[in-house]
């Protein structure tokens, strides 16, 4: 069973060109919809705030507080205000973690990638920060675009929007830099090997030890296949290895660590930068959701581009 990593919210399968498909025995995010899933009662709203019941967390449910885009300090100084005001009744209010604010993306959806129904107002199609710098540009922040539900960096001196949080979650685990660390804490040690397979105690996922199995890029399609072939050869007795859901890949990432984002004491081999997940973009369905391993991003890639490699997960009885 695997733990503190959430289902991806999917429904639906499409081929390379987009096209809507039947799931079954297509390998994709859908076809199992692994993770912890929820339901259309996830969301618990108040009259300033809501809750999360899959997560823990409370949400400001205006999305847009500030009223306008700010700069990632003048994030910073505009919910120190709200604390100061006691908005809604609290003063514990923070700038969500990288982990926290790509918890709330759907990727079943677009525009916005949020769960539907969801309670939430003004909410912005774009860009919105994160407490959490980029270990590989320390002038950069990590933010999520609600278009789409990718995730990557910008500069902190630019303009994006402000979501604030409170609370902590004892599903989602914690990031491991910045100021806001909150969630599950990582085991120690986190992953355990046992010949081509490594277990990751925080998640319960089982990966192949080699992160590049086609190997080289390949197309999206193609990687579906690769995993096939590892399922025909039973490879360390496993006959259930799939290609990663967006989610599941994101839960490796040590975000103090870049080139890989991994912990230094990792045990993985042939680290490429940049997979394929089994997820479809629910925003433009002839591109899938990849994760891109060595700065611990998640964007997109179109399916018929041979860029990207090929590494495999199974959960766990």
């Known amino acids: 069973m695997t733990r503190h990593i959430l289902s991806t919210g999917q429904t639906f399968c499409a081929d390379a060109s987009g096209k809507r498909i039947p ?127 990718r995730m990557f960096w910008g500069s902190k001196t630019g303009y994006e929007l402000v979501w604030p949080v409170r609370g902590t979650s004892e599903v989602l685990p914690a990031v491991t830099a910045g100021p806001a660390k909150n969630g599950v804490a990582w085991p120690s040690p986190r992953f355990e090997t046992e010949g081509d397979v490594v277990h990751d105690r925080l998640t319960d996922l089982a990966w192949t030890r080699s992160a590049d199995l086609a190997p080289g890029p390949v197309a999206w399609e193609d990687a579906f296949e690769t995993v096939d072939r590892l399922n025909a050869r039973a490879v360390a007795g496993i006959t259930a290895w799939r290609l990663p859901t967006i989610r599941e890949f994101e839960s490796l990432t040590d975000a103090a660590h870049h080139s890989p984002a991994l912990p230094d004491d990792h045990p993985f081999s042939d680290t490429r930068e940049a997979y394929w997940s089994s997820t479809n973009s629910g925003y433009e369905p002839d591109w899938a959701m990849c994760f891109y391993l060595h700065k611990g991003a998640a964007g997109v890639g179109f399916k018929q581009d041979r860029g990207f490699h090929v590494w495999a997960a199974a959960s766990r009885p």
Do not use: K
């Open 23 to 149: 799931c079954a025995g297509t390998g994709q995010d859908a076809q199992s919809s692994p993770g912890l899933t929820w339901d259309v009662d996830r969301f618990q709203p108040g009259t300033e705030t809501v809750l999360d019941t899959r997560t823990g967390l409370t949400w400001l449910r205006d999305a847009n507080a500030p009223g306008f885009p700010i700069s990632w300090q003048e994030g910073f100084d505009f919910i120190d205000g709200m604390n100061a005001e006691g908005r809604a009744g609290h003063q514990d209010w923070r700038l969500p973690n990288r982990r926290e604010l790509f918890s709330l993306i759907s990727f079943d959806r677009h525009s916005p990638a949020l769960p539907t129904p969801h309670p939430f107002e003004n909410v912005f199609e774009g860009w919105y920060w994160t407490s959490t710098t980029s270990a590989m540009h320390a002038d950069q922040a990590w933010h999520v675009h609600l278009m789409g539900g």
